[in-house]
């Protein structure tokens, strides 16, 4: 007999109790996060040639300690914590001998940020200690005054720094489009001067309010902002002279999918995957427009007030919607979370990609914004596994927190998000034809098939509507940072396509038991799993109902 489908809100699955010897990996993992931070030199961390190469040969000691806990018959989550940390120390192992941010990457070095991510850490590889401005309550207290002061005095000397460390450095695309991360951080640091700076948090829109900031943070701003603007004018002036690839080759990317994002799929299959999916949604999406031909076309709402109160009730209806079927249980601090995304009016001048498709309908976009339902899961419902809990590093997460965030728009829409404004469905669609595009595009930027500005070409090209310009600020940030991070750009599809094969294997046991599917109790397990990669949350869910 086939399998029910059963909606309703799941309480959180109770751990399984850990063995002894778990304690001792929890202890070698919290020695190794330590050690993954670079060392101190005059104030500043430490990315020289020599520190770095300290810890490369520091490396196969760590790699004994931790084959030296004996995991003899442990179960499959505490295994999978094993399995786990060693992802990590495969991917610095990766970040020394291939990626060498610190060595080829000047973006690397830019580490001041308004606005907090909507992932668990910054997208892309960012120099210690982050300046996360955000994460200040404003007005400052003295004591965060002063604090703020001398992170932001370590700018100057970390930049100075920058300039020996990239000396030999030949990757032309992060010569050529690194000084726009410098921009990018010249200009936060100035709204932040004047008082002016609004920074997009869990919170919603914050405003870095600068009353009473002290003679001594006023000055390590202008420093710091000099200095962000003479390196961004340095890197300008270098990129004709760096002509070398950029991205890292086929068969590094391969090593990175298998032993770091412990990926099922290498660079071959992942083209295809993402080759479908960009058919799929290009197919889909002229579909839709034929099934809803005798629909009216969406039609914006230009007035600012009226749009903002429409997608206040939109995402109202929207958290009511998640919680009905039971994929977000109903929390205050949830819809707090999501309430605080809601979407503004874009003048058509100031229009990127997204705002697009917020500009018709916000709810697409909000269902991608279900990541800050995560941010609010880790701050409210911390993981019980220290492992899990911390914070991931070299952007592990990518895969199954963008990848999570991609399947929603889709997943929503399947389950009636748009059953009483069917034009909508087709944002979802043009969506993912766009993230399969400018993950396409990625993937041949890493085997070094194209330099940047042809992979934006295609990013636009094949983003249906014209809604993709590939000299906007957004596509250059997103394949300088898909560039940056091998595997992120094809996250979104890849991990999207692992959680199709998590649900379908769920869906097969449920039926082969003869048990119906309940989809919010099969949610919440692939969820209680943690952000970690979707193969390890694959081994701990599909052997259940």
Known sequence: MAAAIVFGSASAVAQPPMPPAHAELTGFHQQWRAFLRPAMKEGVPDYSAAAMAAKAAAL??????????????????????????EAEINGF??????????????????????EQSDVPAHE????????DLFAYKWPLSRADDAALARQLRMVPTLLAQAKTNLANSQAHDHWAYGDS????????????????????TIDGQVPATMTGASAAL????????????????????????????????????????????????????????????LDRSLASLRLEEARNRALPPLTEIADPAAYRANAEAKTR?????????????????YRAAM?????????????????????????????????????ARIAHEPHP???????????????????????????????????????????????LANRAARGLASLHVQANEMDLAEAGRFHAQWTPRGWSDPASPLVGFEQLLYLRQPGYGASYIVGKAQLDDILGAMSHAADQSSQPFDLGKAWQRITDAGIVPPSLIRAEVVAQP
């Open 93 to 114: 192992d990766f970040f020394l001998r291939v990626l060498k941010p610190w060595a080829r990457d000047p973006s690397f070095y830019a580490n001041v940020f308004g």
């Open 339 to 375: 309430e605080a995304q809601t979407s503004s009016y874009t003048p058509p001048a100031a229009r990127n990609f997204f705002s697009h498709g917020t500009a018709l309908d916000p709810l697409p976009l909000l269902s991608h914004s279900t990541h800050f339902v995560e941010l």
């Open 317 to 333: 209806m929207f958290n009511d919607f998640v919680v009905k079927t039971g994929l977000v249980p109903d929390r205050p601090y």
């Open 218 to 277: 006023l000055k390590a701003i202008d420093e710091a902002k000099a200095a962000t603007d003479g390196f961004a004018a340095w890197i300008r002036a270098e990129a004709p002279r760096r002509v070398g690839p950029s991205g890292v080759g086929k068969d590094n990317y391969n090593w990175w999918a298998k032993n770091v994002a412990l990926l099922p799929y290498d660079w071959d299959a992942q083209q295809v995957l993402l080759k479908r999916e």
């Open 181 to 200: 991360t410098f921009r990018t951080q010249s200009a936060v640091l100035g709204e932040l001067r004047q008082g002016k700076l609004v920074m997009r």
């Open 124 to 131: 892309g590889p960012s120099a210690e200690p982050v300046i």
């Open 60 to 85: 196969p000691e760590w790699r004994a300690r931790l084959n030296a806990i004996d995991s003899s018959g442990w179960a499959v989550v505490p295994a999978n914590d094993k399995r786990l940390v």
């Open 385 to 431: 596994d220290p492992i899990r809990r911390a914070t991931p590093v070299f952007n592990m997460y990518m895969d199954r927190s963008e990848g999570w965030a991609t399947a929603m728009e889709e997943l929503l829409m399947h389950l009636g998000l748009y059953d009483d404004n069917p034009r909508a469905r087709e944002i979802v669609w043009i969506m």
